[in-house]
């Protein structure tokens, strides 16, 4: 055990609380819910710049870390979800491609190809906690305070946008490497 991996830890186990403060009415909850929420958000830029600066980069690390970082956002979108706050499809869209992405991965790694977390995942992950965090937030705005209404509107689109081009990104490179990968072996086979 060391410090990345109780933050990843911390982190997983905050989604429970972001869930059950997220689903109340009261708008001390939904503040509360935001705190923990950007929270356990931070864990995650922090347990992988402690792991790196520190040189503690684990096996375990690595398996948990993104595990945790999909727990948090299936359970904020899928809470928002039960409280009428996004559409069903999008949470589809966001769960069904942080899944589809998982698989992949495994499928690469047992053809003994390592799929690294890309910059766009990057940037999915970001927009998606900084989409999540409004939409928490906008539970404690009056409804006429319009413009943050908005601003969370557009948030959730654009993670929703980056979450799909990512997830397109993950499939085209790895079809691209590995039919590179099996063209250049057959040109071995045959020359």
């Known amino acids: 055990m060391n410090v990345p991996i109780a933050l990843t830890l911390v982190r997983i186990v905050l989604v429970p609380l972001v869930m059950v403060f997220l689903i109340s009415s009261d708008r001390v909850n939904v503040l509360i819910a935001a705190v923990i929420f950007v929270a356990a958000s931070l864990t995650d830029w922090l347990d992988g710049r402690i792991a790196r600066r520190l040189n503690q980069v684990t096996k375990l690390g690595t398996l948990l870390d993104p595990v945790a970082d999909k727990l948090l956002v299936a359970a904020a979108v899928v809470s928002?979800?039960?409280i009428d706050m996004v559409d069903v499809w999008m949470a589809v869209v966001i769960?069904?491609?942080e899944l589809a992405v998982t698989g992949l991965r495994g499928v690469a790694l047992s053809m003994g190809i390592v799929v690294p977390a890309s910059t766009l995942g990057k940037w999915k992950t970001a927009t998606q906690y900084v989409a999540v965090t409004l939409l928490i937030l906008e539970r404690g705005v009056p409804p006429e305070f319009w413009p943050f209404h908005l601003v969370s509107t557009l948030a959730l689109w654009l993670?929703?946008?980056?979450t799909v081009i990512s997830g397109a990104h993950y499939f085209y490179?790895?079809?691209l490497r590995t039919g590179t990968e099996a063209l250049v072996k057959e040109k071995e086979r045959w020359p």
């Open 80 to 82: 928002l979800v039960h």
């Open 95 to 97: 769960i069904g491609r």
């Open 159 to 162: 993670a929703l946008g980056v």
């Open 173 to 175: 490179g790895f079809f």
